[in-house]
T-cell receptor, first 113, second 114 residues
Framework: EDQVTQSPEALRLQEGESSSLNCSYT??????LFWYRQDPGKGPEFLFT???AGEEKEKERLKATLTKKESFLHITAPKPEDSATYLC??????????????FGTGTRLTIIP | DADVTQTPRNRITKTGKRIMLECSQT?????MYWYRQDPGLGLRLIYY???????NKGEISDGYSVSRQAQAKFSLSLESAIPNQTALYFC?????????????FGSGTRLTVV
């Protein structure tokens, strides 16, 4: 069974203090690893797709990296508007042969001005 | 207007009542999904539809049913609501020709069953 574990559950940073969020995964037949951002009271917003180990993607202050066992979301010099819950998900193949997406429980990030 | 619209945004209902959550999209995507989100459990797939004639159960479909009325509309029903169905429900769409898992989510329906 596919599993996604995110750590830490919550992280508080001062504005400008860089850090990383971790996503560890096990999946049969990885099709991709995905990062989403979720603001309170809203649906998740797609950020990145990573397909193979060694791949990196960047968007503003965020950079996602991927190895065969985990992914990191690096946040450089964060601002208060980066405060949100960040969700990781892996896409694999279900027992029925269909694609499926398995989500982690997220890391709640708070950036303090 | 939002790409994926869910109605209602909030709903309180009584145990045993039938309730329908609605989702409509303007993305033109064939694939649509219903997820529920619970604290500490993450997002879990209830049902998904790859086109109007193709509907599939997800990992937690018991107690739920769906209807794909058109490419743009996908409804979720709770035939007889129970308190442990209290959760945040999300509809999502995707286009496998562009990015299989680049889902677009709606803003969610917060459902409380009392």
């Amino acid at each position: 069974e596919d599993q996604v574990t995110q750590s830490p559950e919550a992280l508080r940073l001062q504005e400008g203090e860089s850090s990383s969020l971790n996503c560890s995964y096990t999946v049969s037949g990885l099709r991709g690893l995905f990062w989403y951002r979720q603001d309170p009271g809203k649906g998740p917003e797609f950020l990145f797709t990573l397909y193979s180990a060694g791949e990196e993607k960047e968007k503003e202050r965020l950079k996602a990296t991927l190895t065969k066992k985990e992914s990191f979301l690096h946040i450089t010099a964060p601002k208060p508007e980066d405060s949100a819950t960040y969700l990781c998900a892996v896409g694999g193949i279900s027992n029925f042969g269909n694609e499926k997406l398995t989500f982690g429980t997220g890391t709640r990030l708070t950036i303090i001005p | 207007d939002a790409d994926v619209t869910q109605t209602p945004r909030n709903r309180i209902t009584k145990t045993g009542k039938r309730i329908m959550l609605e989702c409509s999209q303007t993305k033109g995507h064939d694939r649509m999904y219903w997820y529920r989100q619970d604290p500490g459990l993450g997002l879990r797939l209830i049902y998904y539809s790859f086109d109007v004639k193709d509907i599939n159960k997800g990992e937690i479909s018991d107690g739920y049913s769906v209807s794909r009325q058109a490419q743009a509309k996908f409804s979720l029903s709770l035939e007889s609501a129970i308190p442990n169905q209290t959760a945040l429900y999300f509809c999502a769409t995707s286009d496998p020709k562009r990015d299989l898992y680049g889902y677009t989510f709606g803003s969610g329906t917060r459902l409380t069953v009392v």
